[in-house]
């Protein structure tokens, strides 16, 4: 059983930084890639930005220069420091990682972390 949960999240002002954690446990599988995604009110989920095995990383537009992505393969959690937040940044941040065990991959989600930036 694969578990995926999320921390970090907060209220924070706009130009304030937040580090979110995301924590997989469980036992029998390899993780593969690492994303992070949010949704925030009333538009539809996005894919903030993602990490490969070998740290290969990605981040959508809105979010370059201001957000890192990193994991710890040993530890099998995955960071996103989030730096120079804006109001448009705020949305519940939720992690999905993609796991194999034994033959097969399947995608885990955490429940996510509200983050909220005001103005």
């Known amino acids: 059983q694969v578990q995926v949960v999320e921390s970090g999240g907060g209220l924070v002002q706009a130009g304030g930084s937040l580090r979110l954690s995301c924590a997989v446990t469980g036992s029998g599988f390899r993780i593969i890639d690492m994303a992070w995604y949010r949704q925030a009110p009333g538009k539809q989920g996005e894919l903030v930005a993602r990490?490969?095995?070998?740290?290969?990383?990605y981040y959508t537009d809105s979010v370059k220069g201001r957000f890192t992505i990193s994991r710890d393969n040993a530890e099998n959690t995955m960071y996103v420091q989030m730096n120079n937040l804006k109001p448009e940044d705020t949305g519940v941040y939720s992690c999905k990682v993609q796991c194999e065990i034994q033959t097969w991959r399947a995608d885990y989600w955490g429940r996510g972390t509200q983050v909220t930036v005001s103005s």
């Open positions: 990490i490969t095995t070998g740290g290969s990383t």
